[in-house]
Nanobody, 118 residues
Framework: VQLQACGGGLVQAGGSLRLSCAAS????????MAWFRQAPGKEREFLAS????????DYADSVRGRFSISRVKITNTVYLQMDYLEPEDTAVYYC????????????WGQGTEVTVSS
């Protein structure tokens, strides 16, 4: 699976951004798609995931209620809608994929940078 993330940019605190992740290379049936982020000097952080087939989603406490993950099967695209952004959300955002029964995310996109100004 090849993943291509885009949609990052500079936004003021309180604003919104929508990240996109286009997947190609194989069927995503049986996979879980997710978004992570990594801020400078910090470890990579899980944000949200969605089951490709059933649509069940899961969120980290730090973003629940502000971020929303979704997928569009016909275009093989996963989205992360980010609202009420805070300067602490500044990071490089990555999309990733794993097999539904797998432990680790094995496919990763190249990252897209999000900067939130105060």
């Amino acid at each position: 699976v090849q993943l291509q993330a885009c949609g990052g940019g500079l936004v003021q605190a309180g604003g919104s951004l929508r990240l996109s992740c286009a997947a190609s290379g194989r069927t995503l049936s049986g996979h879980i798609m997710a978004w992570f982020r990594q801020a400078p000097g910090k470890e990579r952080e899980f944000l949200a995931s969605v089951e490709w087939s059933g649509g069940r989603s899961d969120y980290a406490d730090s973003v629940r209620g502000r971020f929303s993950i979704s997928r569009v099967k016909i275009t093989n695209t996963v989205y992360l809608q980010m609202d009420y952004l805070e300067p602490e959300d500044t990071a490089v955002y990555y999309c990733a994929a794993k097999f539904r029964l797998g432990t680790n995310y094995i496919y990763w996109g190249q990252g897209t940078e999000v900067t939130v100004s105060s």
